[in-house]
């Protein structure tokens, strides 16, 4: 069965300081896809990222980046030099096998960032 | 583009009556929307997937007499949660596919239901 596992319940750092988000998942599949999602305040999720299990390569957007370790089953990311603005809560998923397009989503971890 | 909005963004209703809680995309299509749900504090659980014409497929475990879901167009999707109790107090919040790009869902901003 698919699970996606946020460790980090909360976080809060200062202002300019780097923060990276753990995300740890479980498939038996080989195929599959992973997404990061932001949730302010407002509530309406943007979505960040999407990367194909066939697809290691790291990605860096600007001071967002992601480091995916099929290893140890991780998708982690990393704010640098973070921001107010950057404070939310921010969700990992995972796709179901048989449906791409189905989201099993981590418990998700609120990020503060004080000025 | 691709905005997908939802209605209305709260409301609260009495024991035992029924809300209906509208799921639009803006300026695409849809074939196909997701209905989750999401408690305080915690991860957004999938309830059910509407497909635009034809019946929706609920998620283990939720009642589809209770959350009855309709996808009448390719640009509306309507969840009912019928004899609302405390209970069903959450946030429901829609996502929609769109027609040219899987696997990216565009989420909508959430309704808060709360049932006194």
């Known amino acids: 069965a698919q699970k996606v596992t946020q460790a980090q319940t909360e976080i809060s750092v200062v202002e300019k300081e780097d923060v990276t988000l753990d995300c740890v998942y479980e498939t038996r599949d080989t195929t599959y896809y992973l997404f990061w999602y932001k949730q302010p305040p407002s509530g309406e999720l943007v979505f960040l990222i999407r990367r194909n299990s066939f697809d290691e390569q790291n990605e860096i957007s600007g001071r967002y980046s992601w480091n995916f370790q099929k290893s140890t089953s991780s998708f982690n990311f990393t704010i640098t030099a973070s921001q107010v603005v950057d404070s939310a809560v921010y969700f990992c998923a995972l796709s179901d096998p048989y449906n791409f397009n189905k989201f099993y989503f981590g418990s998700g971890t609120k990020l503060n960032v004080k000025p | 583009g691709a905005v997908v909005s939802q209605h209305p963004s709260w409301v609260i209703c009495k024991s035992g009556t029924s809300v209906k809680i509208e799921c639009r995309s803006l300026?695409?299509?849809?074939?196909?929307m997701f209905w989750y749900r999401q408690f305080p504090k915690q991860s957004l659980m999938l309830m059910a997937t509407?497909?635009?014409?034809?019946?929706?497929?609920?998620e283990q475990g939720v009642e589809k007499d209770k959350f009855l879901i309709n996808h009448a167009s390719l640009t509306l999707s309507t969840l009912t949660v019928t004899s609302a109790h405390p209970e069903d107090s959450s946030f429901y919040i829609c996502?929609?596919?769109?027609?040219?790009?899987?696997?990216?869902?565009?989420f909508g901003p959430g309704t808060r239901l709360t049932v006194t």
């Open positions: 996502s929609a596919l769109g027609l040219a790009d899987t696997y990216e869902q565009y």
């Open positions: 509407s497909n635009e014409g034809s019946k929706a497929t609920y």
């Open positions: 300026d695409f299509q849809a074939t196909t």
